[in-house]
């Protein structure tokens, strides 16, 4: 059956401010934008319901959340009626994406008014039950591949660190050396006028910050340039290039990205920079050197900028930073090892991948 977001749901409002929950004891949770903030003795919500962040940061989140709880202002109560199951009810909005109905340039905000109207399938109680049992479980395979990412990812980070020990104490006492010292050239990205979306085909394109700010290359994130005789020969990103992210976010700023591999005619913007080592330094080490964890810090420290801005590493700075350089033969080693963990973790990216288009067929299916 056919109906509106408005015959299964009812809107709900909080005036709860984070800090109603800071120093605050009780039995009853109390959630945000970003999950759990801590426990109140009072609740908003005797039954489960469904929550949308309305304002800022995250808009159109969606989340379940538990009986005889809260959330703060800046989310939306969506209060099931009768005819919906709070979990439906839950994968019924994700699918709908209310994030398009985002207005306001500075602080993005969505209104029920506007996302209200939306339809979709609604089944029997029964028939959703086993529909929500279906989702739930391609969803737990999901959690499962990524987490298997994530811990082969810890592989390759533990493993550095039983060869080269902390990169910033530097217990194995490696030569310390500038990256200049590490490098044939740094060489800039360009700066082109583009349509904002994805290139079709081979057409000429320019990468998004987001293609490296994770410290893995994504070739598809990037933006079509709106003139294909504006395509630079110089700024095309190859095959063993070490990308690195000169301007970003505090958090994500310096960021490097390795390419396996790439398709043609893809374009560094000038936020990006492209390091070409000598024969001191192998890429692959100095690319999980910059993204360490317990290196960060040095990175984000010779970033300048305030902290609610976008911080900027300029070329000097970079070149400047000291680094440890154990002897080439022990990078490569650590290099062969890394290959072969990312074939391990390209395998399991394509089983996620197929895992998560046949999550969004089955949204899809069930309510489209």
């Given at each position: 059956m056919r109906v509106k977001l408005e015959d299964v749901c009812e809107r709900g409002s909080s005036n709860l401010?984070?800090?109603?929950?800071?120093?605050?004891?009780?039995?009853?949770?109390?959630?945000?934008?970003?999950?759990y903030l801590g426990n109140v003795d009072f609740y908003h919500q005797e039954?489960?319901?469904?929550?949308?962040?309305?304002?800022?940061?995250?808009i159109g989140r969606t989340t379940l959340h538990p009986s005889k709880s809260s959330v703060i202002g800046t989310m939306q109560y969506l209060l099931p009626k009768e005819n919906v199951l709070p979990e439906y009810l839950c994968y019924v909005v994700r699918y709908m994406h209310l994030e398009k109905y985002f207005t306001g340039a500075t602080i993005p905000h969505i209104y029920f008014k506007d996302y209200k109207n939306e339809e979709f399938n609604?089944?029997?109680?029964?028939?959703?039950?086993e529909i929500v049992g279906i989702l739930k479980k391609v969803e737990n395979i999901i959690e499962l591949r990524r987490q298997e990412i994530e811990k082969l990812d810890d592989l390759i980070k533990a493993r550095f660190i039983e060869m080269f020990g902390n990169p910033v104490t530097n217990p194995m006492r490696w030569d310390k050396v500038e990256i200049n010292a590490c490098l044939k050239s740094i060489e800039n990205g360009k700066s082109f006028v583009c349509d904002g979306i994805t290139r079709s085909g081979d057409v000429p394109a320019i990468l998004k910050l987001s293609a490296v700010t994770d410290g893995a290359y994504k070739p598809e994130e990037n933006k079509a340039i709106i003139d294909e005789n504006l395509f630079i020969e110089s700024a095309e990103v190859h095959e063993d290039d070490l990308l690195f992210t000169r301007k970003n976010t505090p958090e994500l700023v310096g960021m490097a990205a390795y390419v396996f591999s790439t398709p043609k005619k893809l374009m560094m913007p000038d936020l990006?920079?492209?390091?070409?080592?000598?024969?001191?330094?192998?890429?692959?080490?100095?690319?999980?050197?910059?993204?360490?964890?317990l290196f960060r810090g040095k990175i984000q420290s010779i970033a300048s900028g305030s902290a609610k801005s976008m911080s900027n590493i300029s070329k000097e700075r970079l070149g400047k930073l000291l680094i440890c350089l154990p002897p080439i033969e022990l990078q490569k080693k650590f290099a062969d090892f890394v290959v072969q963990v990312e074939k391990s973790k390209a395998a399991v990216q394509k089983a996620l991948d197929e895992t998560q288009l046949l999550f969004d067929s089955l949204m899809q299916k069930y309510f489209g």
């Open positions: 401010k984070q800090s109603d929950v800071i120093d605050k004891a009780g039995e009853y949770p109390v959630y945000g934008a970003t999950g039954k489960p319901y469904v929550a949308v962040v309305k304002d800022g940061s995250g609604l089944d029997t109680l029964d028939r959703q039950i990006i920079f492209r390091l070409n080592t000598n024969d001191s330094c192998n890429k692959v080490y100095l690319w999980k050197l910059i993204n360490h964890d």
